[in-house]
Nanobody, 121 residues
Framework: QVQLVESGGGLAQPGGSLRLSCAAS????????MGWYRQAPGKQRELVAV???????NYADSVKGRVTISRDNAKNTVYLQMISLKPEDTAVYYC???????????????WGQGTQVTVSS
């Protein structure tokens, strides 16, 4: 059973910062990509940032310069540091992992339960 456990969400004021963490556990032979997506009320889920095992990174244009994604492969954990938060960053943030359960497996995807981020004064 694979689990992605997110933490670090909450309420922040505009201009504030938050740091999200996501720890992966379970039967995961290798993890190729980890990252974060978000979904605001009434909107589709969208990419925030992803990072590969080789540390190639992709950021959404809407967060570039305000968000930093990083990864600790030894801990199977991905982090999202967000600064200069805006009300439009309010959403449920979902952790994502693309992985193989065993050697020779095809790639699988898994999502966390989500953590709420609210930016409001």
């Amino acid at each position: 059973q694979v689990q992605l456990v997110e933490s670090g969400g909450g309420l922040a004021q505009p201009g504030g910062s938050l740091r999200l963490s996501c720890a992966a556990s379970g039967r995961m032979f290798s993890i190729s990509t980890m990252g974060w997506y978000r979904q605001a009320p009434g909107k589709q889920r969208e990419l925030v940032a992803v990072i590969t095992s080789g540390e190639s990174i992709n950021y959404a244009d809407s967060v570039k310069g305000r968000v930093t994604i990083s990864r600790d492969n030894a801990k199977n954990t991905v982090y999202l540091q967000m600064i200069s938060l805006k009300p439009e960053d309010t959403a449920v943030y979902y952790c994502y992992a693309r992985y193989r359960a065993y050697f020779g497996d095809t790639y699988r995807e898994h999502w966390g339960q989500g953590t709420q981020v609210t930016v409001s004064s």
